[in-house]
T-cell receptor, first 116, second 113 residues
Framework: AQKITQTQPGMFVQEKEAVTLDCTYDTSDPSYGLFWYKQPSSGEMIFLIYQGSYDQQNATEGRYSLNFQKARKSANLVISASQLGDSAMYFCAMRVSPGTASKLTFGTGTRLQVTL | AAGVIQSPRHLIKEKRETATLKCYPIPRHDTVYWYQQGPGQDPQFLISFYEKMQSDKGSIPDRFSAQQFSDYHSELNMSSLELGDSALYFC????????????FGPGTRLLVL
């Protein structure tokens, strides 16, 4: 069975600073995908970034980057130059057997608060 | 860009009533997923469909059923509602042939009284 662990229930960061949200995963499947989603207080689930298990380079999307360390089974999200609008809940998720309509397994989330 | 559409956005029901949630995937997406997110919890997978066939099944109660129609929209039918069914229900869609990222709709917030 696959599992996602997010050990930081809450994080604070000052505006314009960088922040790292931790995520570790566990699966025996060699082929998997890792995702980060943002959930603001309004409730929608916004896709941020994706990393495939066979990708050689770390994924980047604007101010978001994914620090993928396969041997350590970690997929940390790095947000650079934090903005007040980044305040939200962040979920790490994993999907095994990519290419099929298989489920996402989520971690428990990290609530990020950006301060002035 | 077009997103996943869910209706209704909010729903209030009494115990033992039924509810139907609708999901319209992103155009040309052939795969639909349903998730349930209880208060303060992470989303839990319920069921998925690929090309109108059920593909994967999670912790969906027997009181719930779902299907995907010929136009790829999907409906989640919930009967004999219980207080514990109060949650945010997400539909997500993906393209089975070109990518695996699941894009979520805005969710339907169901309150059972």
């Amino acid at each position: 069975a696959q599992k996602i662990t997010q050990t930081q229930p809450g994080m604070f960061v000052q505006e314009k600073e960088a922040v790292t949200l931790d995520c570790t995963y566990d699966t025996s499947d060699p082929s998997y995908g890792l995702f980060w989603y943002k959930q603001p207080s309004s409730g929608e689930m916004i896709f941020l970034i994706y990393q495939g298990s066979y990708d050689q380079q770390n994924a980047t999307e604007g101010r978001y980057s994914l620090n993928f360390q396969k041997a350590r089974k970690s997929a940390n999200l790095v947000i650079s130059a934090s903005q007040l609008g980044d305040s939200a809940m962040y979920f790490c998720a994993m999907r095994v057997s990519p290419g099929t309509a298989s489920k996402l397994t989520f971690g428990t989330g990290t609530r990020l608060q950006v301060t002035l | 860009a077009a997103g996943v559409i869910q209706s209704p956005r909010h729903l209030i029901k009494e115990k033992r009533e039924t509810a139907t949630l609708k999901c319209y995937p992103i155009p040309r997406h052939d795969t639909v997923y349903w998730y349930q997110q209880g208060p303060g919890q992470d989303p839990q997978f319920l069921i998925s469909f690929y090309e109108k066939m059920q593909s994967d099944k999670g912790s969906i109660p027997d009181r719930f059923s779902a299907q995907q129609f010929s136009d790829y929209h999907s409906e989640l039918n919930m009967s004999s509602l219980e207080l514990g069914d109060s949650a945010l229900y997400f539909c997500a869609s993906s393209s089975g042939t070109t990518g695996e990222t699941q894009y979520f709709g805005p969710g339907t917030r169901l309150l059972v009284l």
